[in-house]
T-cell receptor, first 114, second 114 residues
Framework: NAGVTQTPKFQVLKTGQSMTLQCAQD?????MSWYRQDPGMGLRLIHY???????DQGEVPNGYNVSRSTTEDFPLRLLSAAPSQTSVYFC?????????????FGPGTRLTVT | GNSVTQMEGPVTLSEEAFLTINCTYT??????LFWYVQYPGEGLQLLLK?????DKGSNKGFEATYRKETTSFHLEKGSVQVSDSAVYFC?????????????FGTGTLLAVQP
């Protein structure tokens, strides 16, 4: 059981470049989300989705795009990378049952923008 | 809005010492409370949870009690091991459902020395 997988593990971009961070889960979870982790800031929600075709903004959505065409995949796109987007990015998923609490996290992508 | 405040780290302890990591929260309604752990180089994993006042969550020797009167959810362990070295995040969310979101504290780094 792979759980939540993310690729790549590490990435270095130049300012202005674009890229897509991949996230996939094999648990048939309806809810998927992207967080960024910065020192002293904890994890902050970027975007989330409650099912295929449905996405919404989190706390820090600017500069990022998402789409959800399948239940399994939830890619995060950086349209024009900026140094402020240097961070560690985590994808997470969970089911949306009324008493479903646990989010399952991927191993993270460490992104550096120079 | 909802928020979580954790004690700042790093917390450095010797093996077999007693651990307390303080966590307090601000929330409307009756949130669920969580502790997540992040081992070096990995994503976050759910350590324990409590879904109503006076509940005690426990796992791997760690415990935390949901105290509504003091809005606290402090993490404790009676005897830490080197393998407990990690970053610990306190978090809250509304009841499970389609759109509830996790709100994280800033994380507390625990370093256990042999």
């Amino acid at each position: 059981n792979a759980g939540v997988t993310q690729t790549p593990k590490f990435q270095v971009l130049k300012t202005g470049q674009s890229m897509t961070l991949q996230c996939a889960q094999d648990m048939n979870h309806e809810y998927m989300s992207w967080y960024r982790q910065d020192p002293g800031m904890g994890l902050r929600l970027i975007h989330y989705s409650v099912g295929a075709g449905i996405t919404d903004q989190g706390e820090v959505p600017n500069g990022y795009n998402v789409s959800r065409s399948t239940t399994e995949d939830f890619p995060l796109r950086l349209l024009s990378a900026a140094p402020s987007q240097t961070s560690v990015y985590f994808c997470a998923s969970r089911s949306i049952g009324l008493f479903s609490y646990e989010q399952y996290f991927g191993p993270g992508t460490r992104l550096t923008v120079t | 809005g909802n928020s979580v405040t954790q004690m700042e780290g790093p917390v450095t302890l010797s093996e077999e010492a007693f651990l307390t990591i303080n966590c307090t929260y601000t929330a409307t309604g009756y949130p669920s409370l969580f502790w997540y752990v992040q081992y070096p180089g990995e994503g976050l994993q759910l350590l324990l949870k409590a879904t109503k006042a006076d509940d005690k969550g426990s796992n791997k020797g760690f415990e935390a009690t949901y105290r509504k009167e003091t809005t606290s959810f402090h993490l404790e362990k009676g005897s830490v091991q080197v393998s407990d070295s990690a970053v610990y995040f306190c978090a809250l969310s509304d009841l499970g459902g389609a759109t509830n979101k996790l709100i994280f504290g800033t994380g507390t780094l625990l370093a256990v020395q042999p």
